[in-house]
């Protein structure tokens, strides 16, 4: 019987040995490093060193909390300090960007140069393109709605609070159209001077801002007409791209465009009311060659403000004289590719039939809106300047009495005798 337990513990004896090595390597651990941690007193945790001996006869039940090694979690990594920028650096562009219910305090009262440039739409707009990732020396930072690059400074909390206001703004001015198609996500860049504006972008020198369809982006200069501008090529991506994968008129584009910045803004650019005085003139361009322009690029300041007004003043007419569900229409069948001498007979019936019976009509009712003082009105005529006080009084002669005439009388000729027959007798 001690024979057989014997020959039962060399084999438990055999079988941990042959069990133990592949255990131990797959935790990483060496047969000598246990027998060194089992056996060595450096090994053991310095809290079971320090530990003092438990009287003789006292149960260690209890005690494994005090009993385990000592280990603590490393601090985390101290955060970088937020890069601090100059109170004078953050104010001059809190001067430069407001949003709308600022834009009045910022905006040239007499003056807004700046021309939107012609939205870049290629054929194949609806193929969206990547986007390109930031040039070199510029800022970037994320919303939910923008990626938004800036030239040399960082993207401040307000620039996002802005582009923020535009976008919630355009979705509510433009609900027939952004409800159906969702805007896709904008990058803005933002430039700080009209030099590397024009060097990065190509457009001509009188141009502000500008976008492109097929790349979903903006590219605005920053200054006094950010916020305008801003409104203007946003309104490009938002509304165009509801026509996608067609190609909506130019003149409907840039007109709504205008149309959106001003009515965002409150206040119409100078070279509006210098354009709509040419127009009233007669001084504009044919419906039929305005309709079919695609390409803005040849004309020089004056004929891109006249071009940008009669657009403008176009959609305003559609828009704000005529119901807006018939402009609706109008844009639908556009998209459905319908000629536009057709597309305004369905939208909007006789007698717009032929698109010289528009430019009849809106010449017509913008001229009588001039006549009634809707539009343009003239200011008051300036008052004579008093006369200097040290200058003598000029002798101003008294006025005649004039005499009233004497009301004319009624000449009646006095009655004559009239002889009658002297017969005096009766029946």
Known sequence: MDIVKKITCLLWLLAALLIAPPLLRSFGLKPKDMVKALFSEEARPSAVLNQPEAPAGESERGKARELRPDISVPPPPASESAVEYSPEEEKSFNEMISGLEHVALVAPKDDLESLPSQVYRPADSAQKVRWLPPPPGFLTADTFNYLIYREKNPVTENI???????????????????????PNKILVMLFGEKDSYMKFTKRPAWSGASSDLRADTMYVIEGQSFYPLSVHELTHLYFDGYFLPTISPLWLSEGMAVYMQIHATKQKPSWVDRSLRRILKGDYISF??????????????????????????????????????EFYKLCNEIKAKTPLYQALYRAYGMPFNKVSVLENVWLHDLQKAYRDGKILQTPPAAKPAPRPASAAPAMVPAPRPTKKPAPQQTKINKLKLVPTNSYRGGF
């Open 160 to 182: 996002k609070t802005v582009l923020d206001t535009i976008h919630g703004n355009l979705m509510l001015d433009l609900t027939p159209f952004t409800i159906v198609i969702k």
């Open 288 to 325: 039929d060659e305005m309709t079919v322009t695609e390409d803005l690029s040849n004309y020089d300041t004056s004929q891109a403000e006249l071009w940008y007004t009669q657009a403008y003043s176009v959609v305003d007419y559609l828009l704000n004289t005529r119901p807006r569900d």
